[in-house]
């Protein structure tokens, strides 16, 4: 799934002051830390301040993280704990479930398909799926773009198989489940985000390839990016090395979140390290067309992250598998994951050729990592531009008299910001006064509870 739920906020926040063969030897071997080389330690250094202050501030268990740049990792490594008795270290090589990262994977299995003549991108789904019939009140047909694009109208959750049910359910009993809803937008006009919308994806996929969509994934896609350590479907060896994700509750309770189980794998069923994830990022920004080759062709790559024109004449924030945004003017590709109880960011500057991926393992700490991951791409473009590193964001304990006096409405460009101020139970751990916050934008609410 996208993003989940923002951290609360305890804290003011202060202002102060990828090489081929390198690549190869990456897919081979298994290490728990790549260390940074000269050009890149500064970076290194500077994350390492900026994660632990962040370990601390947000008490996040564990984190991995992996930085791409040039076609290579440049650094990876873990902090924290990975399990609930705090025994084991997070590592460059520890197993996530990352979400909807999975989505990236899945995009690029269905336009191995369209390059190979077998889908086209803009055919409806029945060309496909003749038995798949949602109630469309629209004269629009989906197409596979809609769906890969986040612009079917479908709901967001399939009935069945979605990530909070426990039957099981199979990709094509998931699907089949869409007939009984009835589409809330008419195709291609608006972005709404769907899981169930890239379920459907990956059926059709594994319809044309005649082959189960895990074992297509691993075959054409994983395996090709050296992603020797990513999966579809947990395999007993991955599964013993998955790190304990964490759920809280709004008095400041947390307990290890269940591990699902989603009929909507295609969405949110990838397993994988950071690392692999990294291996992720250097397909999607090769050096050269021979390192692209491997699992698309350069001109298709670029058709990810390309923006189209809605309906009404406005730019999509949604590409094919992922989304699209822009840091300090540059273009940005980006994919959020929140599953089980771990948070996981993948961004990219596909024109600087960089990446970073964060996985925490603390449920709806996205926002936490999306802030760490724009840290490290402009501390990258610093380095590489050789000038002055931009200022860290330091938090500091808010004063319970200066909380209360906190609270109330702001505006901010495109939003509104509520701050409450709230009161935990006598019996929680938690402080006995928190300092909580609403987003308002484009008609999105979001709450989260302090720390």
Known sequence: MRSGAPLAITRLVVVTALASASAAAQQRIRTNVIEPDASHALVAARMRLAITQAMRDYQLPG???????????????????????????ATAETVYPVGALSMIP??????????????????????YLPEF??????????????????RSGLVRESPVGHFSDTTSASLAATVASLDSTKLVLAPGTRVKYSNAGIAVAGLVLERVARESFASYMARHVLAPLGMEESAFDLSPALASRVA???????????????RSRTGESPALSLYSTVTDLGRLMMGLLPRDTAASERVLRSTTLRTMWAPRME?????????????????????????????????????????????????TTLDGSNGVARQLASTALRAMIAERRHRPMPPLLITIPVPHVSAAMLAGRYRVPG?????????????????????????????????????
């Open 106 to 127: 899945t995009a690029i299995g269905v336009l191995q398909l369209v390059e190979r003549g077998s889908v086209k991108l803009d055919a409806p789904v029945a060309r």
């Open 63 to 89: 984190l991995s993280i992996a930085l791409v740049d040039d076609g290579r990792i440049v650094w990876a490594r873990g902090f924290g704990t990975t399990d609930s008795l705090q025994r084991d270290s």
């Open 244 to 258: 304990t994700g964490y759920a809280w509750s709004y008095d400041g309770r947390r307990a290890p979140a269940p």
């Open 133 to 150: 019939h949602p109630v469309n009140p629209f004269r629009t047909p989906i197409s596979i773009r809609h769906l890969l694009t986040h």
């Open 311 to 359: 309906t009404a004449g406005a730019r999509t924030d949604a590409g094919i598998g992922v989304w699209l945004d822009t840091i300090d003017g540059s273009r940005a590709v980006t994919q959020s994951g929140a599953i089980g109880g771990v948070s996981s960011e993948l961004l990219m500057l596909p024109d600087e050729r960089m990446g970073v991926v964060i996985v």
């Open 415 to 451: 939003a509104v910001l509520d701050l409450t101020y709230i009161t935990a139970p006598s019996d929680s751990d938690a402080a006995a006064e928190q300092l909580t916050f609403r987003f308002d934008s484009a008609g999105t609410r979001r709450a989260a509870p302090a720390r």
